[in-house]
């Protein structure tokens, strides 16, 4: 377990045989490495996690600091207040959860679920293109553009819930 008031942490290559904890108020965090678990928070520090591999569980959390995964892990949860989320791997299940931070996915692969809720913050997904999964969409006053055509009987699923942030997929 790392925690920092105001220092900036810094892990390169850096292997944990079970659970990583890194918690950091206002310093920025960056970790590259792997772990059995991870569990990762800032209130206004921006984090970026690349080239990490973690084996079971994921949980990241921001107030106001950016977001920045680059990884694999099997189940994934990246929540943040009003710091941007840009999220790119292979991810199997992964939960995105912000409320006026801006949304970037590029799945690397095929996935099972991700699942995308957002108050005003604006939701970008690149999808590979071999990827067709069953698509959700949902928005309250935002716009919806460039949706492919949903594939109902697909094992994936995209589902994109905001009220008012706007929703490209593409």
Known sequence: SLRTASGDLTLEDVAV?????????????????SAVQA???SASGNLTLENVRVR?????????????????????EISSISGDLT???PFPALSLNTVSGDVQLRPD??????????????????LPENVRPQIRCHTVSGNIDRIPESQPDSASLLDVNTVSGDITIQ
């Open 39 to 41: 569990e990762i928070s």
């Open 87 to 89: 999220v790119d791997g």
């Open 56 to 76: 079971q569980h994921a949980r990241i959390t921001s107030t106001s600091g950016d977001v920045r995964w680059e990884g694999q892990c099997p189940e994934t």
């Open 109 to 126: 692969g095929a996935f099972q679920r991700i699942i995308l809720k957002s108050t005003c913050g604006n939701v970008e997904v690149e």
């Open 17 to 33: 045989e079970k659970s990583l904890r890194l918690v950091t108020k206002s310093g920025d965090a960056r970790w590259s490495g």
